[in-house]
């Protein structure tokens, strides 16, 4: 069965430059989340789309976007990257927003240098 | 925001071992989630389960949703089995859409 993908699946950056992110859906889900994890840490959700609009915003600093397409893949763009960003994003997707389950991407590890 | 508490936070096993991890909430729930991190960090699905009880093999959950918990079994432990395991919840109350908001996770070694 087709998963979650993301690309890259690893990013190297340096401080204050800027990386995307993209995420392709399961097909036929409607629904992509973002979640950060830093080391050791439990996976943080940033940010959520349903049918292309924004559904739910966590705790997304304001140098991060993201968007919904019409084919339904995902792009978070992150700028003015810090030491801090360096962390492991996943991607997930559901069909539906509530009551469904959702499926992870392989997550691409973020270093900023 | 709701609270997921899992425990215990670090279990080591022999392997053949049966284990019982557990995940309390703190409010009522649309989706509850058990995951295994492995150690490249893929977060693998293990079961989707809001309620009642599921059997995967030599896993199985079961949540009491009235009571605020669940619990995942692991049988015959296998070496492969180690990594982190969470449990994640969608809060049934408020405005947050299907968002999941995971517990710490309880760290499973597994020796030969």
């Known amino acids: 069965a087709a998963g979650v993908i993301q690309s890259p699946r690893h990013l190297i950056k340096e401080k204050r430059e800027t990386a995307t992110l993209k995420c392709y859906p399961i097909p036929r889900h409607d629904t992509v989340y973002w979640y950060q994890q830093g080391p050791g840490q439990d996976p943080q959700f940033l940010i959520s789309?349903?049918?292309?609009?924004?559904?739910d915003k966590g705790s997304i600093p304001d140098r991060f976007s993201a968007q919904q397409f019409s084919d339904y893949h995902s792009e978070l763009n992150m700028s003015s990257l810090e030491l801090g960003d360096s962390a492991l994003y996943f991607c997930?997707?559901?069909?539906?927003?509530?009551?469904?389950?959702?499926?992870f991407g392989p997550g691409t590890r973020l270093t900023v240098l | 925001g709701i609270q997921v508490e899992q425990s215990p936070p670090d279990l080591i096993l022999q392997e053949g071992a049966n284990s019982t991890l557990r995940c309390n909430f703190s409010d009522s729930v649309n989706n509850l989630q058990w995951f295994h991190q492995n150690p490249w960090g893929q977060l693998i699905n293990l079961f989707y389960?809001?309620?009642g009880t599921k059997q995967n093999g030599r896993l199985s959950a079961t949540t009491v949703a009235t009571e605020r918990y669940s619990l995942l079994y692991i049988s015959s432990s296998q070496t492969t089995d180690s990594g982190v395991y969470f449990c994640a919840v969608t809060n049934a109350g408020g405005t947050s859409y299907g968002k999941l908001t995971f517990g710490q996770g309880t760290i499973l070694t597994v020796h030969p």
């Open positions: 389960i809001p309620s």
């Open positions: 997930a997707s559901s069909f539906g927003l509530v009551n469904n389950e959702q499926f």
């Open positions: 789309f349903y049918e292309k609009m924004q559904s």
